[in-house]
Nanobody, 119 residues
Framework: QVQLTESGGGLAQPGGSLRLSCSAS????????MGWFRQAPGKEREFVGA????????TYADSVKDRFTISREKVGNTVYLQMNRLKPEDTATYYC????????????WGQGTQVFVSS
């Protein structure tokens, strides 16, 4: 079983930056992709972005493209979400998720970290 732990949330001003981290641990990790999702109060969880572990290809939601960047440690299973030019509408609980090799989707989820963007 895989455990995902996020950190780095907090309060930021509009136009500011935050970096979220997500580390995976567990007995057997066959990482195919790691992704970030978010859920604002009263709204559905939405996709933010994802990185394919082999090759490092990334994809982002239109709402965060050119503002958010996903990166990873060269060794291990840690992924980052660098969030720049934050907007109040980025306020949400952010979750990381892992899709393992052979799985059809993201099957492991973190507990979430809260991000507040306000002046």
């Amino acid at each position: 079983q895989v455990q995902l732990t996020e950190s780095g949330g907090g309060l930021a001003q509009p136009g500011g930056s935050l970096r979220l981290s997500c580390s995976a641990s567990g007995r057997t990790i066959r990482n195919y992709a790691m992704g970030w999702f978010r859920q604002a109060p009263g709204k559905e969880r939405e996709f933010v972005g994802a990185m394919r572990w082999g090759g490092g290809g990334t994809t982002y939601a239109d709402s965060v493209k050119d503002r958010f960047t996903i990166s990873r440690e060269k060794v291990g299973n840690t992924v980052y979400l660098q969030m720049n030019r934050l907007k109040p509408e980025d306020t949400a609980t952010y979750y990381c998720a892992m899709q393992q090799v052979g799985a059809s989707g993201f099957g492991s989820w973190g507990q979430g970290t809260q991000v507040f963007v306000s002046s």
